[in-house]
């Protein structure tokens, strides 16, 4: 009986032990394969279901000049607090939702059906609610509004043109 309490007082010791091992594990696995963001082009998409590594992996199939990855996320409400979201150079989000981000995007680089926000054309329309059609619909499943694709005002890419490209492929995704 001594020795079964023994073990019972070392267990939560070894779930903390694991517990820690997992999050530092994982943060180094972080740093480890992620890239700095002149290197990348981080893509954020705010839409129902997205097949974020398939299209990540089709847009690193033929990446700008000095790029080293293509990240591309869905959106969630915990993205709020991460850095990252607001250096994202390309934005994918729905009509309703844009004004919640004013301040955050550049003036749109894309010719189109434009988003004016603030007298200022923000982002260009590639999925229309109504006909059901739209960019990328093979890996993005839009919900049901009119979707746009936007510039991240702190974007590392809008001089160099690697953000304008990556934008270039998702519209060309019919």
Known sequence: MRTFKRVLS??????????????????????ATDTSP??????????????DADLAEYLEADKPSGIKMIKVHPFSYAMFGDDE????????????E?????GAFAECLVDGEYFVLDGV?????????????????????YGDDDYYLLFGNKSAHLDDGAALDVAKKIINLT
């Open 85 to 96: 979201i607001t250096r994202a150079d390309v934005f994918i989000i729905g009509g309703k």
């Open 10 to 31: 070392v267990i939560p010791a070894c779930v903390l032990w694991l517990v820690i091992s997992t999050v530092l594990w994982g943060f180094i696995f972080n740093i």
């Open 121 to 141: 054309r923000v982002g260009v329309k590639i999925y229309d609610k109504t006909t059901k059609t739209g960019a990328a619909a093979q890996y993005i499943g």
């Open 98 to 102: 844009i004004e919640k981000y004013v």
């Open 38 to 51: 002149k290197k990348k082009i981080t893509v954020f998409i705010d839409a129902e279901n997205v097949a």
